[in-house]
């Protein structure tokens, strides 16, 4: 199992942007996707954004599109969500989530998670 660790998550006021990482155990291969889920207090975990380990070929929610990028760094085995633009709306626990899935924005298709970080958008 992939050890998956994150950071970066903080406070900003809206209109900010903010990073955080995903830094992962080991090299992944094969058709291995790393993503972010986020999930606000009372709601369920979402789908945010994933990258295919390998190919590089990135997808998004609709709600973040235009705002947010993932990308990933293979040699430092990290993915990072760089997030701008931020909206109170935002605010929310994110998961870094990776595994072997083509249903990319399904969270139990994961193997692995993150224990998360914590975003907060102030108005």
């Known amino acids: 199992q992939v050890q998956l660790v994150e950071s970066g998550g903080g406070l900003v006021q809206a209109g900010g942007s903010l990073r955080v990482s995903c830094a992962a155990s080991?090299?992944?291969?094969?058709?291995?996707?790393m993503a972010w889920f986020r999930q606000a207090p009372g709601k369920e975990r979402r789908f945010v954004a994933a990258i295919n380990w390998i190919g590089g070929s990135t997808y998004y929610a609709d709600s973040v599109k235009g705002r947010f990028t993932i990308s990933r760094d293979n040699a430092k085995n990290t993915v990072y969500l760089q997030m701008n633009s931020l909206k109170p709306e935002d605010t929310a626990v994110y998961y870094c989530?990776?595994?072997?899935?083509?249903?990319?924005?399904?969270?139990?298709?994961?193997?692995?998670w993150g224990q998360g970080t914590q975003v907060t958008v102030s108005s």
């Open positions: 989530a990776g595994g072997r899935t083509s249903f990319y924005k399904i969270s139990t298709t994961y193997n692995d």
């Open positions: 080991e090299g992944t291969f094969g058709n291995y996707v």
